[in-house]
């Protein structure tokens, strides 16, 4: 028998890459990223450079160069963040003052953790609308996971995530940095009734939020680790017309995040029967 080693049929063997994550794990009801999540997705993103041009990416061009090349050694901003699911539920940024931004004198920004891709909010006034599709989300069967890297966690009610629900309205899914916390948030009518904190750090980290009958109700994750002592019983279900947004609250730029994020997935669903299979292959490519 010939050894196996240079030269044999197995050592030039190729590795094949793993599917994109919603091939795997379907059913997401809006899904964003600089990375590719769906097999034959094209665009994931539509960036305006400070001449005033814009034009769309697919995920390895952000990171091959073509992105870089374009920007010329200027900045260059997001204005549309595409729905990968399917759906069409695209976050449109309608003023350009608005726009976090994704090069920095002609440098594609990056998480630190692992170097991928990441856009940035100025903790000021950017956001990104995501329209109304969670409006029709019913709050007691629901999961997001989401992968961003705050800058600055001191400040008062910086919104990371907000599907629905302003401050009175009647459903809120959201977590924030809150005066050096994390703070997760779960309500069916007006303020919250669920309310996890934790201590924020300046690190890369995933999020997920999961509700439904799995876990008897509400449950925070972070990095994977369950947070709080049990979860939370469901609450009555009341629809709210306030736009779903990231960085800012209700669509209206209040509460601005200061930071940066790469990813975010909504299910209309509870996935805690796939949270660790969703979890882990967003840690492995993030490097969380």
């Known amino acids: 028998m010939v050894p196996l080693g240079l030269g044999s049929s197995l050592s030039k063997a ?16 809006a ?48 204005n549309t963040w595409y729905d990968q699911s399917g759906n069409g539920n695209h976050g449109v940024v309608a003023d350009d003052d608005l726009e976090p931004k994704l090069v920095s004198s002609g440098a594609v920004l990056t998480s630190g953790n692992s170097s991928r891709p990441a856009f940035h909010f100025d903790g000021s006034n950017d956001f990104i609308p995501l329209g109304d599709f969670s409006d029709s989300l019913n709050i007691n069967n629901l999961s997001s996971f989401a992968v961003f890297d705050p800058d600055d966690v001191s400040s008062d009610e910086s919104q990371i ?6 401050a009175g309205g009647n459903k809120r899914w959201f977590f924030k940095t809150l005066s050096g916390n994390l703070e997760f948030s779960y309500a069916g009518t007006g303020n919250p009734i669920a309310d996890f904190n934790t201590t924020a750090n300046n690190d890369q980290n995933l ?16 990095n994977g680790t369950a947070l709080g002592s049990g979860s939370v019983s469901v609450v009555p279900n009341s629809n709210d ?15 601005a995040f200061d930071g940066l994020m790469s990813e975010i997935i909504v299910y209309g669903s509870d996935q805690s029967a796939n949270r660790t299979g969703i979890e882990g292959n967003i840690t492995d490519y993030y490097g969380i």
């Open 14 to 29: 190729s590795v094949v890459p793993a599917p994109p994550i919603l091939n795997k794990y379907t059913g997401a009801e």
């Open 207 to 222: 999020v997920t939020m999961i509700a439904g009958s799995t876990l008897g109700g509400f449950r925070p994750f972070l």
């Open 241 to 255: 017309s306030t736009d779903a947004s990231l960085g800012g609250q209700g669509g209206s730029g209040v509460w």
């Open 31 to 78: 899904a964003y990223s600089l990375r590719k999540l769906k097999s034959g997705v094209t665009s994931v993103v539509k960036v305006r450079r400070t001449i005033g041009d814009e034009r769309d990416f697919t995920a390895s061009e952000i990171t091959d160069g073509t992105l870089a090349t374009w920007a010329s050694g200027g900045d260059a901003f997001v």
């Open 161 to 166: 995530l907000m599907l629905g629900g302003s």
